[in-house]
């Protein structure tokens, strides 16, 4: 455990009945740092959250933020800020009541012209000035979802915390606002925690991301790191796009497809095993001694994406740039190689 | 077009027959109480009206009816509402059996409950209070089906426990998420039940004139014993008053934020 850590999560668990909800989950925030969890639905991400900010009890563990043991303070006297993922603005107060609504709790009442001052800030920061009169049914979901973190920011939480804020929002809106917390989370630098099953979202805005399974935490690391160099089986597997394809490992590296790369660490060290291999790493040429036929190609603008019939039958997807791509086209018989970097590889079956 | 003069005619007949149904007993309540009966009488005549200033045990049983419906009204308020929105907020196993508790007043008849609670009563006449107002205790367990319906349906209509969330992580105690967050949230449904509730107790009659307590409803039967005419006229007045009450209280909406009190 690093003693910079602004957040510790140590060892947290919470079982209902034999569902592991948390099973044993440690996790370091540094302070200003933006770490999102991600995993499938039940692998106890919102648990791990809602414990931090007071709203779940725990059957285990111990939560230390600012070097302060939070562990058994009750919700309300946490100072943390959180959005949700239903709306949660108060309907019978304003879009400026709303803000201001935490600041009037405070133990030395913030006085009135200092409260409207920084709701004016934050409204601002969110770009809801001209909506501070509004009521929540007047707003749309966006714009409601902005208020709710111009909220949550309004008591200065000591940690943001964010519950798929996001998930109820349309595409294009759900895009714009990730980059909008973002960039506001950088200008305040409030240590953030985002939970998300979307792992676009996930990759795009945090610093480091922490993939979650049943209750633990199985990889964290930095978006790039996580998606080139997985540690596990289902890490790789759960972000982004994998092909499986077989393959002979030994010393290291595995042969796969008439060519040798490097296995990553936590593959297995001997025998068959699956290389999961991510559509870009393949490398697909136009041949006509090739043993690989192209099913189906689908133009994505800077890139293609191939469907590729190989020689033992199966089927592979293959993302190439476009320029390659020319003379790809569907029944076209193709070379499919791996590029020269190192998969992860997992045993089969 | 054809079809839509069709349509407003229907329309427009059963919006007659809606307003006849509730304005010709009305009329007719007018008609009765301005009617002579007198001997030599002729014509129409507002006697039974001016009557009513008359009537010495009216104006006191108005007032403790009033009182005890404000005190009923209370008891929803401080009572009856937080422990709905305890019950579906912290509680939800509980929701079935309070639910359950809370409909038992409409299955026992009220003649039942007026025996079960006399000897209760007469305890109460003797070593607390021989005032009506001590009815506001019967009452508020008979509001129960009726006030705990609305605030129900109201609860389930709004992410309660998302705002109660919400509330807390900002640092509010438990008693200002109930009274400051949820309150006003479910306004609509507490007018709602509270209309009722002072609906039944301004027009119980069985339980008050068992117990021998001289509320507004049992003084009106007592002169409709004594004078029919006047009997109708109390009543007719009653009725365009709690009108003339429902026409203004909804247009007095938004001012202002109910109830932002702490009280722990």
């Known amino acids: ?313 199966s089927r592979v997807t293959a993302q190439v740039p476009s320029p390659d791509a020319v003379g790809l086209h569907a029944g076209a018989r193709v070379k499919v190689s791996l590029l020269d970097l190192p998969v992860f590889v997992k045993a089969v079956g | 077009m054809k079809q839509s003069i069709w349509v407003r005619l229907w329309r427009w007949t059963i919006i007659s027959f809606v307003a006849a149904y509730l304005l010709v007993p009305l009329y007719a309540m007018f008609d009765f109480s301005t009617k002579s009966f007198g001997l030599g009488d002729k014509g129409r005549n507002f006697r039974a009206w001016k009557m009513i200033t008359e009537q010495t045990d009216l104006w006191p049983a108005i007032t403790r009816s009033v009182i005890t419906a404000a005190i009923v009204m209370a008891l929803i308020i401080f009572l009856i509402v937080p422990t709905a929105i305890w019950v579906h907020l912290k509680l939800p196993a509980l929701r079935r059996p309070f639910e359950l508790l809370c409909l038992l007043p409409l299955a026992i008849p009220a003649i039942v409950i007026v025996v079960g609670i006399a000897p209760l009563y007469r305890w109460i006449s003797i070593n607390i209070s021989e005032s009506p107002i001590t009815l506001a205790g019967v009452y508020s367990m008979l509001i129960l089906p009726y006030t705990y319906r609305s605030l129900s349906a109201a609860l389930d209509a709004v992410d309660i426990h998302t705002l109660s969330e919400a509330a807390t992580t900002l640092g509010a105690s438990i008693s200002r998420v109930i009274f400051g967050i949820i309150m006003p949230t479910i306004k609509t449904g507490i007018v709602n039940g509270s209309f009722i509730a002072i609906a039944l107790v301004l027009g119980e009659y069985t339980i008050s004139n068992i117990l021998n307590f001289k509320t507004f409803q049992v003084v009106i039967a007592q002169i409709g014993r004594n004078s029919g005419t006047v009997a109708v006229a109390v009543s007719l007045a009653s009725l365009l008053f709690v009108i003339l009450l429902l026409l203004i209280i909804p247009t007095k909406k938004r001012q202002g934020t109910v109830l932002d009190v702490d009280i722990a």
Request: with cysteine; hydrophobic share 40%.
């Open chain 1, 1 to 313: 455990m690093s003693a910079s850590a602004y957040v510790q999560l140590v060892d947290l668990a919470k079982y209902f009945g034999k569902v592991k909800a948390l099973d044993g989950l440690s996790l370091d925030i540094a302070e200003g740092e933006l770490v999102a969890l991600l995993g499938p639905s039940g692998c106890g991400k919102t648990t791990a959250l809602r414990a931090l900010a007071g709203l779940q009890a725990l059957d285990r563990g111990q939560m230390i933020v600012d070097g302060k043991d939070v562990t058994y303070q009750s919700a309300n006297k946490r100072g943390m800020g959180m959005v949700f993922q239903a709306y949660s603005l108060f309907p019978h107060m304003t879009a400026r009541e709303n803000v201001e609504y935490g600041l009037t709790l405070r133990a030395n009442k913030t006085a009135g012209d200092k409260r409207k001052a920084r709701s004016a800030e934050l409204l601002e920061l969110v770009g809801l000035s001209t909506h501070a009169n509004h009521y929540p049914y007047q707003l749309s979901g966006g714009q409601q979802q902005r208020v709710a973190l111009a909220r949550a920011l309004a008591i200065s939480p000591k940690v943001l915390l964010l519950d798929e804020p996001l998930s109820a929002l349309d595409a294009k809106v759900r895009t714009q606002l990730r980059e909008e917390i973002r960039r506001i989370q950088v200008e305040l630098g409030t240590t953030t925690l985002f939970v998300t099953h979307d792992q676009e979202e996930a990759l795009s805005i945090a610093d480091r991301v922490g993939v979650m399974r049943n209750g633990r935490l199985e990889q964290i690391a930095a978006p790039a790191e996580l998606y080139d160099r997985p540690n596990t089986a289902f890490v790789a597997e759960f972000v982004g796009l994998t092909n499986p394809i077989p393959g002979k490992v030994s010393g290291g590296s595995i042969e796969v497809l008439g060519g040798i790369v490097k296995t990553l660490p936590g593959s297995i060290s001997l025998g068959s095993g699956l290389a999961l291999v991510r559509p870009e790493s393949l490398d697909v040429v136009a041949s006509n001694s090739g043993d690989a036929t192209v099913f189906s190609a689908s133009f994505l603008g800077a890139s293609c994406r191939l469907s590729v019939l190989l020689a033992d039958g």
